[in-house]
């Protein structure tokens, strides 16, 4: 029996788990959203399922991909409320260390101080953890597209491939069985990037995809900029509708399985 | 059961739920009152039914609907106590945006603080959190006509139309079917704004309205204004009556319903 | 079941009450004391029943209706010691206003200043919420004759004629009855506000009623007073008994009910 | 079952019940004592029972009446130590009052500072409420003989006699019985009002009284002091002793009750 | 059942009783000790039982009577640590005293601010209260020979003699009986009132005492003293064994008894 | 039945015990991770298991082992988001040190500082001990090879190697056997120790090891720093690899076991 | 049943016990260690079983000996981590003494600040009590040889001989039974109170002793120091080793208790 172990934050139960923080987890699947991030060269594409609770609703004012600088995005996935409050430290957060440091926070470090975010209110009384999931991404100047994912435990690591929500292991284990690069996409345009993410969402969501059922955002280099950072795009709702009609009659992942066997070919070479 | 989960705030049910959110939003609903917003073309028609407790009451002192700067209003559907506070917060925020920045707030940065505040009582373990519902609105200098709406959860959007209270559900589903159009009304005057939400209005309230069951306020672009934000006009009962009697002499919804079909047409080509 | 939901005052049950504001509520009406407040045409006649509890008490020292500033007056029904601090904090509030502005406060204003006072118990876990009703009424320089009642529930509204206490409703039910004119009372003179005031309170006192079991204040039109504001008069229990005998003698409620025929009369002329 | 409601003081009970209110009267009848203050013409005597718990104390150091001021006496009944705190608490805010605006603090303001004392801790969850009862008398300069008591709830009241403590009731109903003057006493002389005092509690004491089982404070008009304050002055044992042997060898009440009647008939001419 | 009260300081039962304070009295007797302190003519004699609980102890180190100031001490029976902690906070308030008014605390005085120091833990939910029960004792050089004690709710009292601990009861009988005087033992000498103590614990006590068991302090007038404040001295066990065999050996408490006797014939001329 | 004792952390069960630092040991195992850091000459091998618990994640990202100062590092096995709080406060502690001191930190003294940090959390009631384990390890200026251990209770000491997590107990048993010299490796060159480290990791993993299976950190003497700290140097995935492979085909520990029975035979001359 | 009363610090249970003090007492035995320290002339000698818990901790950081100042040193039995902080706070507190006053601090007056700070966590709700003894010793330069006792209760004392730990029982009853003289050991050398304690410590551990079992030290008159105080020395494994060995050959403790009996005789002369 769990009862009396879980209605209190601060506590271990028996076994050393810390249910309010599984809970949290749970509340995160609850939102029936997903959400994929992938590394590619030289680029990151972070889609998010997108779905307007009401038609009622301005789907633009539904976001799932906030910008935390100009050069990092955090793609978030659980309660709304939750992830705009995490939105909001960590814009804090990287206008504090560009103002202390003058330069721009690198999206690790980042990261990992939105992860202590998270994790004080798993050690805390003072209330409940975050129910949300946080995936930071950007091309960085120094260290290239990176994919970092923060958990309601306060866990983070960086990733090749990220996904949160609701289809989190269906998802993760497609994007396993199609990554099987030794560097995992890093040779990926961001063509084919954006080709596995929509790939992998329709696997995720068993209804037909539109482009208005997902948010699209994509980090690349941006030659404009001096310091090697990158840029942020947000795809319309249009061209995300072209790219899907574009993939199908292309035939789905043909081209970038076939580019990849050639890669594999290279590789092993 | 729940018992166990539903008695403190900053604890998570196994499920992931947060029972006291939803406890809220019963609150909401147990007030007995509904309101509409509909966004038109330059302008917002809010529209809250306006039940005066006891016949003593002077039925102007009963409000739903408060300004919060001259261009933006808030239309708050919940315990009354809790609106009146929440709409002193916003005001304050309001006016320390326009003397930090100075410039107006815009209406969808305000609902994202005060869906911040809201969010906080979800979390921490201070107080319970609020039982009302805001509907921001204004006409915007930049964005125009814009609705959003801010839920005791913590969740915010932005609305073509945006309903609360007893009969959401049911006032929703009106809306959803009448407003059919690209751009969801985008193209509505006022007039047809008002009707849409009287009639609504009248859906959701089974006895035969009365310009004193209601009260309304409309916000409209101000050509006086150079910058472009828009003014409020309350209407008076006796204005909202006529505007009852001539919609019913007229056959309802028939106008709006015809101009719709021809912009349809319009649209199609 | 209640038990579970009632024993704190920072959560919703799961019907979306606040038990502990309803117990509030019953803390007032065991007082077994009634209140009316009155707006006649230039003045506010406030009545309270005075229950003196035990006959060696002074019964100058039994007060239910306390001056907040020369204009305004609050009648309080509850818990003695509770109306006394929320008068004290009533009076600070009015008195920094008008430190800070240099005019009086409106009383409108004050009341919602006190709703949020009250509120305020409703929701954070420092302590009950006050187990008292405030009524505040003033003659004021630009709304004229006002009566704002505040509940312990933070809800507050301005009245033609508001009730508290153990015979609200009855009382509530009279003066609905009573008052029936467009503009309910407003044409009304003091005599005529005062008699309906008597009238009210012996429906809701079985015992024939003498001057010292009531406590009478009269706020009138000051022409001494350049800016408009009204003043605040007490009436001696010899004054209201020898009130009590005329309006006996005179057949009770007779001559207002005539003088509001002719009103109707005229009024839908 | 009162079970539930009555182990924290910050709530109500669903009846609208204090419980830990009730109890703390209870507590103050629990320390077997009872006391008397008596309103006369320019004087008020104070009686309280004076109970040595252990013949080894030295009696003069067990008090129940203590001097607030110079003018004012606090008559204490109930936990000596609440006792003594709050009698801190009236001098502290006594001192300050004369401080802060040059002239004594009038005995029924005093009377409701300490009120509002005793009301916090029944609406704060700091701790319990006291468990005394407070009777405040002076012989003031511009209202004259004072006496002003403050129970646990923050209930507060001038009165013509005061009693508190385990024979509060019977007491009570003496000295109604007995004070049936318009001006219930107004008009006894010091010599009047002592005899009274012993004899009401004498009815509350079955034994024989002696001068060591009382403890009495008198306050009159001092006419060495310009502005009109009275004075305090204590009794010994051996005066009151005198005093009860006079009265029963007059036989007790008779002298007053003549002087009462004929006071009477000139009251009735 | 106490069960349900006596879990928490800050409550009442429904008795109107303090169980946790009851509770505390039974701590100060579950140490097993005795004390008793006796008023002579000029002087204060402080007996208490000194048991070293470990023949390993270092019998100086344990004590139970401490000086506060040159001229006052602290007889201290209970809980060690919860003795030393008040010894400390007396020390504290005594030198502030001295500090602030230029002359030392009176002990009267000592003992109510310490009083205050007990009752606030009875009061306020910080925590438990003092398991202890302090006796003040001093000459002081305006009341003579005097003798506070002050116990766990807060309660202070000056007495002839006073006593505490496992056989307070006893004790407390024995001297009751023998100290008949109408002054009780204010004209005993010093060696009067060390004679009268040591047979008080020897009653107390079974077995036969011996000046390890006992720990012994008087207070006598200070000849070389010019404000007439009285002196402090402890008693070493080879003293208090001589005084015991010589008490023996004279017949006990004759002497004592016969110029009782003597005193009583005297005092009755 | 622990039910009762196990739910707060401020309290002691009646056998003695602290239940939530048993369940935060628990907590660690729970990771499913074994860590090892051994003490040679002039060096110390730290090598921890590394489980990427995804594919898709960075194997770069997921470190176990953290640097604290160039001289210190930090080897955590337990909860992620525990661990970088820590190591986040011994970084502030270590530069703090330096700050103030001018001088690097002692490992020794680091170590009782974070045990320090961890005993907080097992006595106050703000939140739940860290679910952690850290093993401090540093070539010191003065006291050469250092390897601290501090574990959730506030456990520290020094070791000659320290092991963490699930397979702990078996891995202690086999260096216990293994280290059998009287320095305990203090003589191991760092190829030795880190074969037994392998070695006792090759053990505690059923599975074939693999160089991504494993964080390697060796400390050795710095020739080129003047002050006699040591360097932290990471071995690549690559290194570790041949390094496995080499010892496989050496004969696992052979060579080390010889050289052990030499330094034995030496030894015991 | 002493489940209701246990599970709070800060009450009282119905017969006056404090729970959580008792469970602290059984927290220091479940250690399984026991110390001993042994006052002799001019000296002390502690002495504390040592145990490491793991054959591959380093001996020499398992530390029971503190030094707190150079001439005060304390035996800590109990949790490592509590001991730690305990240890860290007297250091702080003879540091602010020496700096305040210019002396050292007598070793009595620290056992009394620290027994404050053990006692302060039986009366507060911040947090557990701490699980430690703590034995100060000292040759302080006034009072000679010193031994103060400290445990969680609060309670101090000085003692010939103090113990503590698993055996705390059994190793006292032997020492009152070999410490007979009337000055207990004051006589006694460094050599005869060594043999004393090793004795003792043979009797409370059933294997053979060896000088890794032990940890030794010594406090003794410096007879460089001007001032009096004494130094504080540690003896080797190595020494102790010899030590043991030598008592075994010379028969235990026959030359102590010949010498003692010969001391006896002089005493008795």
């Keep these: 029996m769990t009862g009396a172990y879980d209605h209190l934050i601060t506590i271990f139960s028996p076994e050393g788990k810390l249910y309010q923080v599984e809970y949290a987890h749970k509340a995160i ?28 609703i301005e789907p633009d004012t539904v976001k799932h991909i906030f910008t935390i600088t100009p050069h990092i995005a955090c793609l978030c996935t659980g309660i709304q409320g939750d992830s705009r409050m995490l939105v909001y430290k960590a814009r804090e957060k990287a206008a504090k260390y560009r103002f202390k440091n003058g330069v721009e926070i690198p999206v690790s470090y980042l990261a990992n101080l ?14 409940r953890g975050y129910g949300t999931c946080l995936i930071f991404f950007s091309v960085d100047d120094e260290e290239g597209p990176q994919v970092h994912k923060v958990d309601p435990s306060g866990y ?7 996904t949160a929500g609701t289809k989190e292991v269906e998802t993760m284990a497609f994007l396993e069985k199609t990554l099987k690069l030794p560097e995992r996409g890093r040779n990926n345009s961001v ?8 790939q992998a969402m329709q696997g995720a969501i068993s209804r037909e995809l539109q482009g208005t059922d997902l948010e ?7 030659d404009t900029c001096e310091d090697g950072f990158g840029k942020l795009q947000f795809m319309s709702a249009q061209d995300i509708d072209n790219e899907l009609t574009e993939m199908v009659e292309s035939g789905g992942l043909t081209e970038y399985l076939a580019s990849r066997q050639e890669m594999d070919r290279e590789d092993t070479n």
């Design 114 to 127: 939105m992860a202590g975010e998270t994790q004080f209110f798993t050690q805390y009384a003072y209330g």
């Design 156 to 162: 983070t690591a960086g990733y090749y491939a990220a």
């Design 191 to 198: 063509k084919d990037s954006l080709r596995l993410c929509l």
């Design 216 to 222: 699209v955002c994509i980090a690349t280099r941006d």
């Design 29 to 56: 699947r609850s939102e029936n959203l997903t959400s994929i991030a992938i590394r590619g060269k030289d680029c990151v594409v972070a889609v998010s399922e997108k779905k307007v609770p009401d038609r009622l």
